[in-house]
């Protein structure tokens, strides 16, 4: 189960940090309403880290996968962010003032604001989209051939 986990969750992030670094690229990386497609990498990453685990499980149980998929995403999540700080300390130091400027926000210390919004989005998507995915993967307790 670790090694899934890991390498779903390490997957993950090398997909956010080449999505972030594609739109850097392109100059629209300061445009906080595009960070909304980091949901699509999370979920089709702790989708497939799900799915994986119970084609290779024996035994594939509501917590198990929740579990895989929730941890999928929390690696995910810490990678990303450190990428981030490590962004916005060393790279590029204007970037957080920047993107909380167009927020409307104006902090003194907005690295630190930066990435805890990050630690609590990431977090936040891996938990509802854990819980949604599972809603498809678990196994149902209806008896089949019985007509209401």
Do not use: C
Not at 71 to 76: H, M, P, Q, W
């Amino acid at each position: 189960m670790i090694r899934t986990y890991l390498k779903y969750g390490a997957a993950i992030a090398l997909a956010l940090i080449a999505y972030f670094l594609t739109m850097k690229l392109l100059g629209w990386h300061e445009s906080p309403a595009l960070s909304i497609f980091n949901g699509v990498i999370y979920g089709a990453g702790i989708l497939r880290a799900m799915q994986v685990y119970k084609q290779n499980s024996s035994r594939f149980t509501y917590a198990d996968g929740w579990q895989i998929g929730f941890l999928s995403g929390t690696v995910a999540t810490f990678i990303f962010t450190a990428f981030m700080g490590f962004y916005m300390l060393e790279l590029n130091s204007d970037f957080a003032n920047a993107v909380l400027g167009n927020w409307g926000i104006t902090y003194t210390n907005g690295v630190v604001v930066m990435m805890l919004s990050t630690v609590l989005m990431g977090m936040s998507t891996a938990i509802v989209l854990s819980l949604t995915f599972m809603q498809l993967l678990k196994s149902t307790l209806n008896p089949k051939g019985i007509n209401a």
